[in-house]
């Protein structure tokens, strides 16, 4: 009987040091979980976690890296570009009634794209405009309420929150 507990313990360490050679990543408590799927050759680990129950830290040997707390994305930074992506404008009146104006005071390349999205986030004006020194935009739609207006060119963007009476 004793054989037979000495073989099955001696099988289960063998597939647990068999596994040790590669990395793994996993969230596993009662507030997270991660599940590897394929989806044609590539795969991919999705994780989910609720909140953090402990504290965050990393341990590193030559062989191996432990990472504790908030899921971590498997990156590596290797430098920051600091590129200036403030587009620089202005936008008046605020509150409005029907249209607000978007003044540039940069010069713009390529197209303009005004987005117009509600406080809770859904979409109600998008809308792409050519390259002027200033742009009209008609929000004689809208209801009264307070919006946030994301104005994209090129890699810039100007945002303002907005407030239509």
Sequence with gaps: MQLKHYIIFVLLLGSFSAHAQQVVRATVSTAGASETITV????????????QQSVIGSFATESRATRQGFIQPPIRISGIVEEDTDLDA????????STVRIKFNEEIKGTVSVVLYDIQGRLVYDKPYEVASEIEVNLDFLSKAAY?????????????????N
């Excluded at 044609?40 to 909140?51: N, T």
């Excluded at 202005?90 to 009634?97: G, I, L, R, S, T």
């Design 40 to 51: 044609g050759e590539q795969e991919y680990v999705l994780q989910q976690s609720i909140g």
């Design 148 to 164: 946030v207006l994301l104005v994209t060119s090129e890699n810039k963007q100007f945002k303002a929150n907005l407030l239509k």
């Design 90 to 97: 202005v936008v008046y009146p605020n509150p409005f009634e």
